[in-house]
């Protein structure tokens, strides 16, 4: 998946489709979640986004990777089967690349709740 200079991903994670998640699985679709900003990045992020950024967004983008059976080895007596899974990242766009450069330096800087929630290990 490309995106854009005015494009930072703030985040991402995967989901799998277990056997009891997969009408939850089958509604992450791409979407614009610039309403749901608030909750997802925090009060202060979109103050701060609001107050020095008019016109960002939060969008969510969807990738989806199908399972896979790979055939039997070594005699197995089994298909051995990859599940299938998405990667959603959450992506803020702004209007312009010098804009996302700011944004990237301020996250830098920064500690939002965020960042700590979704952080690698």
């Known amino acids: 998946m490309q995106f854009t200079a005015n494009q930072i991903v703030l985040f991402q994670y995967e989901v799998d489709c277990g056997p009891y998640r997969q009408a939850a699985f089958a509604a992450l679709v791409d979407a614009d979640c610039t309403d749901q900003a608030n909750k997802i990045l925090g009060e202060d992020f979109c103050r701060y986004l609001s107050r020095y950024f008019v016109g960002w967004k939060l969008i969510r983008a969807v990738e989806f990777f ?36 700011t944004v990237r330096r301020h996250l830098r800087a920064s500690a939002y709740p965020f960042q700590l929630r979704y952080q690698s290990a």
Not at 84 to 99: F, G, M, P, Q
């Open 66 to 101: 199908p399972g896979k059976e790979r055939p039997n080895r070594r005699g197995l007596p089994f298909m051995v089967c990859t599940p299938s899974y998405k990667i959603v990242r959450n992506v803020l766009e702004l209007d312009t690349d010098a804009d996302a450069e």
